[in-house]
C-alpha cells in the first residue's frame, strides 16, 4: 500500500521561511519523480517543484524560482520544500505527489496530470 504524508506548513508572515516534507512509503522511488503542487482557491493546480529520482535533475515554477528549494533524504524516503522569502500570493494548499515512473519535467509541467499518489495536503498562509 503506497503511503505519502506530508507534513510542515502553517502561517507566516511575508518575507518568511517554511519548509514541507513528504514521505512515502510502500513504492520504490528509485525511477519516480516527485514533485509539490499547489492550489488556491480560485485557481487551476500548478506544479511547484518536481524532482527525478533517476537522475536528480529538478525543476522550478517560475513563480517560485530562487525562493524554493526541493531536495531528497534516500535514508528516510523523504522529499523535502524548503519555502524562503515567501509572498502573500503563495499562500495555498500544497500536496505532494509521486509518479512511479516520469520526469520532474513532465510530472510539474503536467499540472498533477501524471501523478498516481498524492498526500492529503498542507496548507501554507503567507499574510501580515
Known amino acids: 500500500q503506497v503511503q505519502v504524508v506530508e507534513s510542515g506548513g502553517g502561517l507566516v508572515q511575508p518575507g518568511g521561511s517554511l519548509r514541507l516534507s513528504c514521505e512515502v512509503s510502500?513504492?520504490?522511488?528509485?525511477?519516480?519523480?516527485i514533485g509539490w503542487f499547489r492550489q488556491a482557491p480560485g485557481k487551476a493546480r500548478e506544479g511547484v517543484s518536481c524532482?527525478?529520482?533517476?537522475?536528480?535533475?529538478?525543476y522550478y515554477a517560475d513563480s517560485v524560482r530562487g525562493r524554493f528549494t526541493i531536495s531528497r533524504d534516500n535514508a528516510k524516503n523523504t522529499v523535502h520544500l524548503y519555502m524562503s522569502n515567501l509572498k502573500p500570493e503563495d499562500t495555498a494548499e500544497y500536496s505532494c505527489?509521486?509518479?512511479?515512473?516520469?520526469?520532474?519535467?513532465?510530472?510539474?509541467?503536467?499540472?498533477?496530470?501524471?501523478?498516481?499518489?498524492w498526500g492529503q495536503g498542507a496548507l501554507v498562509a503567507v499574510f501580515s
Open positions: 505527489g509521486v509518479d512511479a515512473v516520469g520526469s520532474a519535467w513532465y510530472i510539474c509541467t503536467s499540472g498533477g496530470g501524471a501523478v498516481e499518489h
Open positions: 510502500g513504492v520504490t522511488l528509485r525511477n519516480s519523480a
Open positions: 524532482l527525478s529520482s533517476s537522475d536528480d535533475s529538478t
